[in-house]
């Protein structure tokens, strides 16, 4: 397995920890966070969601979506249960834009590499979350044929090898009810522009430089290699070379090599004194980004970039 397709595996595997950890689901750090819809995961007995007053117009066209794709789906004769969208500002609460949550996360997790390990509960449930939905759930009662049936009528994405620029089926369907004429495709490439005029705005802002130096310097104080300062770059870093330095066999899963075959997962013991010492790395990175994520989260979750968080 190359360096890159490791750090993006384990990273996808910690990417869930922050939520089951402030979600409470076997974790015990106080934290908190919730879905726009106060906590509510899944539809009422109507089978649509409810969709939230105050959540922003991104948001809200989202829960539309997967009230369209169950609606649709019933008319095919199958059971979707959509599912509420995560609001963008909780699903960073605990990787940096809010400080005392990230700070409870990251002196019992550290980075989240070997927690799953560690406390073995967290990191079950992360892949139980990840694997175990409600329309996962509904299709293991169905037939091969059936199977088939049911994502003929959901529906694919666009394959831009064949030509096709919406999603087919359902999805295809409910997307255009909900975002009008513009082609997946073409709202895909507006969503690009947008990401890389927003990140050219982060990284161009006068104060959020200057911080994003006074945290470089701190982390070069204590010993850790800085390899930008740029603002959107900078908050996940560390992160970024935690996951890269980790051995097979880190984030609770059998690594799984170039040929096929797995090696297992780090044993507890071995787990252990390096949870620590990411512990200890996570939580000087957070105190010198202390003053560059302050500035920079409000920003950024008025403006998003996709892949340049500052976690």
Do not use: H
């Not at 529906?155 to 513009?182: F, I, L, M, N, R």
């Not at 997946?184 to 990140?199: F, L, Q």
């Not at 161009?204 to 800085?226: F, T």
């Not at 252990?272 to 990175?285: H, N, Q, S």
Request: proline fraction near 5%.
């Amino acid at each position: 397995m190359t360096r890159s397709r490791t750090v993006r595996r384990l990273a996808a595997a910690v990417c869930l920890l922050p939520l089951l950890a402030a979600c409470g689901t076997g974790a015990d750090d106080g934290s908190e966070s919730r879905s726009a819809d106060g906590g509510k995961t899944s539809a009422g007995s109507s089978g649509q969601l409810d969709v939230p007053a105050d959540a922003n117009a991104d948001l809200k066209k989202q829960y539309l979506l997967e009230n369209a794709v169950a609606a649709c789906m019933k008319k095919q004769g199958f059971t979707y249960t959509p599912v509420a969208p995560e609001d963008p500002a909780a699903s960073w609460a605990t990787d940096g834009a809010d400080y005392a949550l990230t700070k409870k996360y990251r002196q019992k997790y550290g980075f989240g590499v070997y927690a799953g390990i560690v406390y073995p509960d967290v990191g079950a449930s992360a892949r139980r979350d990840s694997n175990g939905t409600p329309n996962a759930d509904y299709m293991d009662t169905l037939t091969p044929e059936q199977k088939t049936a049911y994502n003929e009528a959901l529906g694919a994405p666009p394959d831009p090898k064949t030509g096709q620029k919406d999603w087919t089926g359902c999805q295809g369907e409910a997307d255009k009810k909900v975002y009008g004429s513009a082609s997946a495709e073409e709202r895909g490439t507006t969503s690009e522009n947008r990401n890389r005029t927003n990140a050219q705005a982060l990284n161009g802002d006068p104060k959020l430089v200057a911080l994003a130096q006074s945290y470089a310097s701190c982390l070069k104080k204590e010993g850790i290699s800085v390899t930008t300062t740029q603002p959107t770059g900078i908050g996940e870093m560390v992160k970024l070379q935690a996951l890269g330095s980790a051995p097979a066999g880190a984030g609770g899963m059998a690594a799984v090599a170039e040929d096929g075959s797995t090696r297992e997962s780090l044993s507890k013991e071995e787990a252990l004194p390096l949870l620590t010492k990411d512990i200890e790395l996570a939580t000087r990175d957070l105190e010198c980004g202390k003053e560059f994520r302050a500035a920079y989260f409000p920003k950024f979750l008025k403006a998003p970039t996709s892949g340049g968080g500052a976690g």
